[in-house]
Nanobody, 125 residues
Framework: QLQLVESGGGLVQPGGSLRLSCAASGFALDIYDIAWFRQAPGKEREGVSCISNSGRRTNYADSVKGRFTISRDNAKNTVDLQMNSLKPEDTAVYYC??????????????????WGQGTQVTVSS
C-alpha cells in the first residue's frame, strides 16, 4: 500500500524555522515527483514547492522563494522542506504528494495522485 507520512510541524515564532519531512512507504520514491502543498483556514489548497524524481529540478511558489528549500534523499525514501524566516501567513496544514515522474515539473494539485494526511504549521508569537 502506497503511503506518505508528513512530520515536523509545530508552533514557531515569526522569523523562526521548521523542517518538514515526508516519508514514503510501500513504494520507491525515485520514480515519483514530489510536491508540498498547504491549506490555510478558509483558503484553497495551494502549491508550495515541488521536486523532480531525480532532485535536479525544483519549483517554488513566489511567496516562499528564498525562504523555503525542498530536497530529497531517495536512498532514505524521504523528501524534506526546510522553512526559514517563517511568517504568520505561512500558517497552514502542509501536505506532501506524489505523482509518477514527468518531463515537465509542475506543482499542479490535480496531477498528484498520492497524498499524506498533513502536518500543522503554526507561526505565531
Amino acid at each position: 500500500q502506497l503511503q506518505l507520512v508528513e512530520s515536523g510541524g509545530g508552533l514557531v515564532q515569526p522569523g523562526g524555522s521548521l523542517r518538514l519531512s515526508c516519508a514514503a512507504s510501500g513504494f520507491a520514491l525515485d520514480i515519483y515527483d514530489i510536491a508540498w502543498f498547504r491549506q490555510a483556514p478558509g483558503k484553497e489548497r495551494e502549491g508550495v514547492s515541488c521536486i523532480s524524481n531525480s532532485g535536479r529540478r525544483t519549483n517554488y511558489a513566489d511567496s516562499v522563494k528564498g525562504r523555503f528549500t525542498i530536497s530529497r534523499d531517495n536512498a532514505k525514501n524521504t523528501v524534506d522542506l526546510q522553512m526559514n524566516s517563517l511568517k504568520p501567513e505561512d500558517t497552514a496544514v502542509y501536505y506532501c504528494a506524489a505523482r509518477p515522474f514527468s518531463v515537465q515539473l509542475t506543482c499542479v494539485m490535480s496531477e498528484y495522485l498520492y497524498w499524506g494526511q498533513g502536518t500543522q504549521v503554526t507561526v505565531s508569537s
